[in-house]
């Protein structure tokens, strides 16, 4: 009776998934950023990174150059720990190329 070997399983690879590199358009850029404000506006860490993410798409070396802050400013301030001041916000946003409205609740 001969014994059969088992195989060895194929290794399954895996990598971080990155949300930038899915944000191609600026209408996929603001509709992540929509998102985030729709569905939790009252996370200003998860938003800031939202930027920040979109930052990273566009590349984080122009929006910080179009914004008028250093690169590693801007990583800092739309990093998880991040705390960026509204004033920030708002050049990043026209560094992007996005418009922030508001609506009645």
Request: charged letters at 25%.
């Amino acid at each position: 009776m001969s014994k059969t070997v088992p195989k060895k399983a194929a290794r399954t690879r895996t990598i971080p998934y990155d949300v930038a590199a899915q944000l191609r358009t600026p209408e996929e850029m603001a509709a992540y950023l929509d998102a985030w404000l729709e569905e939790a506006p009252d996370d200003a860490t998860g938003i800031a990174r939202a930027l920040g993410d979109i930052a990273r798409a566009k590349g984080m070396t122009m929006v910080a150059k179009d914004a008028g802050v250093s690169r590693e400013s801007l990583y800092r301030a739309l990093s998880a720990d991040g705390n960026p001041s509204f004033a920030t916000v708002l050049k990043v946003a026209k560094a992007l190329g996005l418009k922030l409205h508001a609506e009645a609740a």
